[in-house]
């Protein structure tokens, strides 16, 4: 058993929920607020409290940080932990296609 293999989200599902609730400030794994605080892979290994992991994203994705709000009390942990799983795995294979 993977040692994160609790936080392991949906990834299809994560992107439906990303499309829904995050696209309009992270399209494409952007950053329209903060542009140097993209999505994709470097930016999440250097700007991320915790560093890039699901965990760091499930944090951040509840409780929000500066201009980013909160969605814990919008989406269900489930669907905050396919979110992260849909960032991690899109900033891995890159966001040009997404």
Known sequence: MAPHA???GDVQNGEQ????NCAAC?????NVIMPNK???KEALETYL??????????YQVT????????FGG???????ADVAAYVMATSETGWYDN
């Open 74 to 80: 919008r989406l269900g942990d489930d669907q905050i």
């Open 49 to 58: 409290a915790g560093g890039r992991s699901e965990k760091s994203i499930i």
């Open 26 to 30: 992270h399209a494409g794994g952007q």
């Open 17 to 20: 929920q990303f499309n829904n």
């Open 38 to 40: 993209t999505l994709e």
């Open 63 to 70: 409780n929000g940080k500066n201009a980013m709000p909160a």
């Open 6 to 8: 609790a936080l392991a």
